[in-house]
Each structure stands twice: as C-alpha cells, then as structure tokens.
C-alpha cells in the first residue's frame, strides 16, 4: 500500500467543468507537492504547501493537516490541462524524501 | 524553466552492458536527485547528492551508482544493466537544505530500454 494515495486513479471531464483531485497521507508532514506531468513526459512543481490554500491561473491547492489530505481543484477546465497530476509529501519525520503518489490521469475533452 | 538537461533522452542497449545517464543543470543548485517511473508506481528516488562529492541511497540503489565531482553534473551509472532496471528516468534538482521543503525541478527524462 502506498504511503501516498491519490484518488481517482483515471478522470475524464467535459471542457469547463470543475475537476477536483484528492491526496491523503498517513503521519505528519512537512509539505505536500503538487506535481504536472504532460503526456510528453515532463514533469513540473505546481505547488508546494504545508498549510492552507494557494491559488494559480485556474488552478487551487488545499491542505487539511488534521485530517491528513489535499485536494487539487481545476476551475473551467480546458482540454490542455489533459496530464497526469502527482501528489508528494514529505514527512516531518524525514524532511530528506519525497514519497510519490502513483498519479491521476486527467483527461479534459472539447 | 529550471535549467536542467538529461541526456542520452533515450537509450536502447543489451542485458549486461554499462550505462551512464548524465544530468546538467545551470542553476547551481545544490541538491540533484535521479528517480525512476515505472507504470504502477510513483516516481521512486535512486540517489541523491547534497554537494559535490557528496551523495546518498534512496529506496531504490541497488544495481545504481552515482558520481557528482562537480557541481553542474550529476552522473547515474548501471553497471551491469538487467531488464528490470528498464524504466524511465528524471532527474531533479532543488535549492533546500531538506529537500522535502523546496520545490524540485525535473529534467525532461530518459527512456532507458534494456534487451
């Protein structure tokens, strides 16, 4: 079982609509990554964040300490935002490892 | 973008053969990292490097090493390449002192396949 879970695995959306996507993890931590990763295979930091809210373009990154989860929000989602969204965490335990989410393929048809 | 280049970007070689993936960034940051993708799994760390000369395992070692005599350049070597070690590889680089809590920038990859 991974340390990391990310829900749902696979995703399809119609343009527009709102996409929400879920990491939960099991100890503390020091910070949680939100991650991109274009059909192409390259992979860009979207987020970092150990508390709180943080927001950019259309794009919304949530933490919830207590209950150990974040949640990645796409506002009026559009075809290129189609990639594999990866969720990381450091431990607070640990602060010198990553720990990957297997990822959510997000797919936004026109 | 982060200034990082992997190269070969792909490889195919044969079962026992040595390999060296090289990692270049121009940010002169400190912390390089090699992972590797594999479908079913997330990115799963090798090795990591905290300075020149300077380096550590991570979950997956076996079979890798690394060598960083600069700090531009960070080299994973498969010594005896196995058809297990075919993967995906990236490379990542982050300016932190515990590299949980600075953003890591990813190189473009390689597609490594061994026969």
């Known amino acids: 079982k991974n340390e990391v879970e990310q829900s749902p695995q696979n995703l399809t959306a119609q343009e527009g609509e709102f996409i929400t996507i879920n990491c939960s993890y099991s100890v503390g931590i020091s910070a949680l990554h939100w991650l991109q990763q274009h059909p192409g295979g390259g992979i860009v930091s979207l987020f970092m964040l150990s508390s709180g809210k943080k927001k950019h373009g259309r794009l919304i990154a949530t933490i919830n300490i207590q209950e150990k989860h974040s949640s990645l929000h796409i506002t009026a989602s559009h075809p290129r935002d189609s990639a594999v969204y990866i969720c990381?965490?450091?431990?607070?335990?640990?602060?010198?490892?990553?720990?990957f989410g297997t990822g959510t393929r997000l797919q936004v048809f026109p | 973008d982060a200034g990082i280049t992997q190269s070969p970007r792909h490889k195919v070689t044969e079962t026992g053969t040595p390999v060296t993936l090289r990692c270049h960034q121009t940010e002169n940051h400190r912390y390089m990292y090699w992972y590797r993708q594999d479908p079913g799994h997330g990115l799963r760390l090798i090795h990591y490097s905290y300075g020149v000369k300077d380096t550590d395992k991570g979950e997956v070692s076996d079979g890798y090493s690394v060598s960083r005599s600069k700090t531009e350049d960070f080299l994973l070597t498969l010594e005896s390449a196995t058809s297990s070690q075919t993967s995906v590889y990236f490379c990542?680089?982050?300016?932190?002192?515990?590299?949980?809590?600075?953003?890591?920038?990813f190189g473009d990859g390689t597609r490594l396949s061994i026969l």
């Open positions: 990381a965490v450091s431990y607070s335990y640990n602060t010198d490892k990553l720990i």
């Open positions: 990542a680089i982050s300016d932190s002192q515990g590299f949980g809590n600075q953003p890591q920038h």
